[in-house]
């Protein structure tokens, strides 16, 4: 057994396959994340020691936080951009080296397989998505290539993805970078990483970069920001209204019932792409009759992604689209919710009222 091998085993008091079932094949990067504290529980880290306080510290300090249960696609060739167009939600060609944004990928029935946040550099284009989809999703995307100079790659073991929250983040940001995003989606380039600003009512960033330089940066923004694990970064990311979609939801829903209209993830003007009829129709046709909307539960129970919402007779009016433990105790969700019932009578999981929040965002679409 080797000192990495001995130190995790040591740690855990449980066999080496515990530590070595984590989905991160990057072992440099999860060997040092490893070092500085890292707790790997179910294929992702789940804390650096202590999750409840963590939570404490997500809402109210600066924070950094590893990415790495989000996959990162890379699309190149001369046809990149013209094969992408038809495949998603927004418009392909507003990508450029200042400007990332959402956009949903669909079945033909217009129901999404899979949401991506999307951003350019070089001439490539790059989608991040949740990590359990990455494989299918690329799987899927290949079989449209036919004869177009496309190539679609993973490349989330050769990249590092880090994210950073809090008010002195920008501050402490300058270090590295020259320029720093003021609006959500706008980035920033270096030769050897990039920077994207996210939506939230704090500053939000995620840097994206080599194993080496991602090191260095953690290195230093650690002096001044606390290490969270993913659960974490899970409720900023539902404090900012972000759905995401997984396994257990996929083709649950059109773009419109999660807010990719109200997030500027959907561009009605840009023509045909998979789906596109359904999406178009839901917002031309009439006012949407389902959205997704934030609240919080007060249980001891995680609720899960795919989870039924309910009414006071126990009839499906919903669904969990995204959970994350709340710094406060219970959980706050984002819940998909059938706005008739919703304004008749609360709803309910597991027997648990949903006490709905104010989103950080309007939900009358964007005009794009």
């Known amino acids: 057994m080797d000192g990495m091998s001995g130190l995790v085993a040591s740690r855990y008091n ?8 984590y989905h991160m094949a990057n072992n440099d990067w999860q060997e040092f994340l490893f ?13 650096f020691g202590n999750t409840e306080k963590e939570l404490t510290y997500a809402h109210t300090e600066n924070i ?15 046809d990149a951009v013209t094969f992408l167009q038809g495949q998603v939600t927004n418009d ?22 899979a949401l991506f946040l999307a951003h350019a550099q070089d001439n490539k284009l790059y989608l991040q998505l949740n990590h359990k989809l990455a494989e299918p999703i690329v799987k899927r995307l290949k ?9 679609i790659s993973n490349i989330s073991d050769s990249t590092v993805r880090i994210g950073l929250s809090g008010q002195d983040t920008p501050t402490l940001l300058s270090t590295f970078f020259t320029q720093i995003p003021q609006q959500a989606y706008e980035t920033e380039h270096t030769e050897t990483a990039t920077l994207i600003r996210l939506p939230g009512k704090q500053p939000r960033f995620e840097i994206i970069g080599n194993t080496e330089h991602i090191k260095t940066i953690w290195q230093t923004l650690k002096i ?18 972000i759905p995401d979609i997984v396994v257990t939801t996929q083709e ?15 561009n009605f003007k ?20 389902r959205r997704t909307q934030l609240a919080h539960i007060d249980t001891s129970t995680p609720p899960q992604a795919g989870n039924d919402v309910v009414n006071a007779n126990n009839e499906v009016i919903g669904k969990i689209v995204r959970s994350a433990p709340a710094p406060a105790g219970g959980f706050d969700v984002l819940a998909e919710i059938r706005l008739e019932a919703l304004a008749e009578a609360p709803a309910y999981w597991h027997g648990a009222v949903l006490n709905i929040l104010a989103l950080p965002y309007s939900l009358q679409e964007k005009t794009t």
């Open 252 to 266: 649950e829903f059109v773009p419109q019932m999660v807010n990719l209209d109200a997030l500027g993830a959907i």
């Open 35 to 47: 070092i500085k504290g890292a707790v790997f529980n179910n294929g992702t880290i789940s804390s």
């Open 143 to 151: 079989m449209y290539v036919l004869r177009a100079k496309v190539n």
């Open 64 to 78: 950094i936080c590893d990415l790495s249960h989000l996959d990162l696609l890379e699309i190149t060739g001369d």
């Open 92 to 113: 392909v060609k507003l990508l450029n080296e200042t400007q990332a944004h959402y956009t949903g990928y669909c079945s033909p029935k217009g129901r999404l397989l």
């Open 224 to 241: 001044s920001c606390k290490p969270l694990g993913k659960p974490c970064w899970e409720w900023l990311e539902i404090q900012a209204g």
């Open 14 to 21: 449980q066999p080496i396959q515990f530590y070595l079932e």
């Open 270 to 289: 840009k023509g045909c792409y998979t789906g596109q009829e359904i999406v178009a129709r839901t917002h031309y046709l009439g006012k949407i009759k």
